[in-house]
């Protein structure tokens, strides 16, 4: 959570925030959250029509 929150610029609680099930991080947040993980390598697919599966390249 701590090279994320470094990686997109958002506070660590806001990184925080989806683990502990609180309200979710705005579109905005999710956003830049999204983009360092795939600057970092990581995938993510839609399978089935509805589950989100994350992976490496």
């Known amino acids: 959570m701590t090279d994320l929150s ?8 806001t990184v925080q925030r989806p683990e502990g099930r609180a309200e979710a ?4 947040s999710r956003y830049r ?4 993980l795939q600057a970092a390598g ?3 697919s839609l399978i089935e ?4 599966v ?4």
């Open 54 to 57: 994350a992976g490496q390249a």
């Open 6 to 13: 470094r990686a997109s610029g958002l506070s660590f609680s």
């Open 49 to 52: 029509g509805a589950a989100i």
């Open 42 to 44: 990581i995938l993510f």
């Open 25 to 28: 991080p705005g579109p905005s």
């Open 33 to 36: 959250a999204v983009a360092a």
